[in-house]
């Protein structure tokens, strides 16, 4: 904490020293992630705990966001189209439960994209996803399955790994490469120059084969040889904008219910999962506090990961509501010690409010609006973990056997080929060793 202290006194004497034009005093949204000790800590871990070097970092990430007027930009400021086609998008989890952030190479040619326009689409995406995850990890995943060298524009790479390098601060978890064609592997040889080491750690070219190593099968899109049949549609954001309103943020401690709180939950600090009938579940229970009626919705960084029934509802002084949280299939319960869930509530004026005057109320929500964060965990951690292991374990010999059967195909394939050499090399040995007697007879007969 003594670093991160020092990081927020060090960058604040700096602009108190004068910030130039271009680009001028920087964005106050912007200024607000300096108070975030999460934040900070994030650009610290990134710059290998250096302080000055993450100071310096911090300075570039302000510039870079007000010359580029990156808090503006939206489904209104991009082209549409670019994001309608879906070149990039999110979608599935890695085997970390971080989101998959998807390149479809093969969409993409260089000579019919403006590539300005291309960068802005590029900035959306990763802005959207950060608010989304809440700054947690996320993958890349370069799609080059089926591309062309029309297809492959190393001017947006190096953006995309120049951007997530210099001003999105610990937000990389993999870089996977998939079916990477011979043709193009050059151009990525570039790109791998251009990683930082740290980067190229977490950089993995495979094939459908190896995928499942990095994104299990569940998550994994047909195209890629798994069994999600996902379809890219783009779906504008929905931004619940809490920001501009004075609301308490509620961190649960130990109680239940605090005084002044609309809302009492049930575990109230950790959702516990745990396995019953082959499904991993949770539950939570939340009742209305408030004298009036309150509306609610969950949250979570992992939205994929989770089916919520109900994800949101209205509740009546008083009422309750259990929720039920399953994991999604492909998924190990020990992954969801790493998720968190949201809580948000406001009050509404009454239970019969219809479902599009209550989406204008949670865009502007009002004076009277809590958030109520929680942690999950395994209830049993042991005996899941076990389990897991077996699991994990079936599953690494299947692949080893299947490996073995591979190579000893190829094996017996090499021992033909061997066989059928050596027997043409005898066959010309003894082709040799008649002409050569022939020869010698015909010579000592002349003589």
Partial sequence: MAKIAEIRQLFEAKIKAGVPEPPGPFDPRDLERVKSDKYL?????????NVQIAVSMLYDIMAWRKTNNVNEISEETVNIEYLKEGIFFPHGRDIDSCLIFIMKSKLYVKSEKNIDEVKKVIIYWLERIEREE????????????????????????????????CYYPLLVNYIIVFQLPWLL?????????????AAVERLRSVNKDKLKELVAPE???VSWGGKDDYVFKFIPEKRVNLDKTAKNVTFVEDENHSPGEMLKLIPNKQLMFKTENDHIEAQLTITNMDEGVVAFKIR???????????????LLNNASQTIQITVSPGFQIS????????????????ANIPQ?????????????????????ANADPDANNSKGQDNEDHESVAYKLNNLQNNHKALVKTLNSLKFYQFITLFLTFLTSVLGFLVYYEHKNCN
Avoid at 134 to 157: A, R
Avoid at 185 to 197: D, H, N
Avoid at 335 to 350: G, T
Avoid at 359 to 368: E, L
């Fill in 335 to 350: 992954s969801v010690i790493k998720d968190r869930f949201l809580v948000a509530s406001m009050q509404v004026p009454n």
């Fill in 300 to 314: 979570t960084t992992a939205p994929e990961k989770y089916i919520v029934k109900p994800s949101s509802g209205i």
């Fill in 134 to 165: 809440d700054g947690k990890k996320i993958t890349l995943f370069y799609d080059m399955d089926g591309c062309g060298l029309n297809n492959m524009d190393i001017e947006v790479i190096r953006y995309m790994v120049t951007l997530l390098k």
């Fill in 185 to 197: 592997s050059a151009g990525f040889k570039i790109v791998k120059g251009i990683l930082p080491a």
């Fill in 41 to 49: 800590y994030r650009v610290l871990e990134h710059c290998q705990n």
């Fill in 356 to 376: 599009k005057e209550l989406s204008k109320i949670w865009k502007n929500p009002g004076s009277k609006a809590d958030e109520y964060r929680l942690k999950c």
């Fill in 219 to 221: 998550q994994a899109l």
